[in-house]
T-cell receptor, first 115, second 115 residues
Framework: DARVTQTPRHKVTEMGQEVTMRCQPI?????VFWYRQTMMQGLELLAY????????DSGMPKDRFSAEMPDATLATLKIQPSEPRDSAVYFC?????????????FGPGTRLLVL | AQSVTQLGSHVSVSEGALVLLRCNYS??????LFWYVQYPNQGLQLLLK??????LVKGINGFEAEFKKSETSFHLTKPSAHMSDAAEYFC?????????????FGQGTTLQVKP
């Protein structure tokens, strides 16, 4: 059963520290999405990639956030330096662009708490 | 521009009662439409999707949704609610000819099921 995996599942850190979240998309998928979910803002799209190339990262605070895909099996989202307002659940999703329905498959999320 | 509106951020039903979660979309091109469910502390899971094959779409766990172009709606229903249906539900729209797989998500509706 193919699934999107995310690590770590939980992260507690102090303000100013670097945080790196990792995502392994479903094998063969060519699009990867990063979302942030909070009670106040709901589900926000931060960035997405197709064939490892960034298509849009306009939802991401550029000064502290960065997203990359070093290879087709790994996507990373980095926050440096982290701030308390970054506390949220971060989801990765993958899909197959060109697929008729373009379904996105979500990982379990990384729950981040910045103190 | 594409958008999704979910009417009612919270819906409460009694166990065994009809579940109706409302979703309206705006799209300048023929859309793909999705319903996702999120259980506490989990990622989003696909419930069902509309891809133009049939206007009435059946999904998992007894849910179904009907695409009504004239009303630009894609409401989610289930004849009889179970306690296990308590979760947050998201409607999303994508569109054909997109080569990104990007979806626009609604704000979500929390379903409460009372015994």
């Amino acid at each position: 059963d193919a699934r999107v995996t995310q690590t770590p599942r939980h992260k507690v850190t102090e303000m100013g520290q670097e945080v790196t979240m990792r995502c392994q998309p479903i094998l063969g998928h060519n699009t990867v999405f990063w979302y942030r979910q909070t009670m106040m803002q709901g589900l926000e799209l931060l960035a997405y990639f197709r064939n490892r190339a960034p298509l849009d990262d306009s939802g991401m605070p550029k000064d502290r956030f960065s997203a990359e895909m070093p290879d087709a099996t790994l996507a990373t989202l980095k926050i440096q330096p982290s701030e308390p307002r970054d506390s949220a659940v971060y989801f990765c999703a993958s899909g197959l662009a060109g697929d008729r329905a373009e379904t996105q498959y979500f990982g379990p999320g990384t729950r981040l708490l910045v103190l | 521009a594409q958008s999704v509106t979910q009417l009612g951020s919270h819906v409460s039903v009694s166990e065994g009662a009809l579940v109706l979660l409302r979703c309206n979309y705006s799209s300048s091109v023929p859309p793909y439409l999705f319903w996702y469910v999120q259980y506490p502390n989990q990622g989003l899971q696909l419930l069902l999707k509309y891809t133009s094959a049939a206007t009435l779409v059946k999904g998992i766990n007894g849910f179904e949704a009907e695409f009504k172009k004239s009303e630009t709606s894609f409401h989610l229903t289930k004849p009889s609610a179970h306690m296990s249906d308590a979760a947050e539900y998201f409607c999303a729209v994508g569109w054909r000819a997109s080569n990104t797989g990007k979806l626009i998500f609604g704000q979500g509706t929390t379903l409460q099921v009372k015994p």
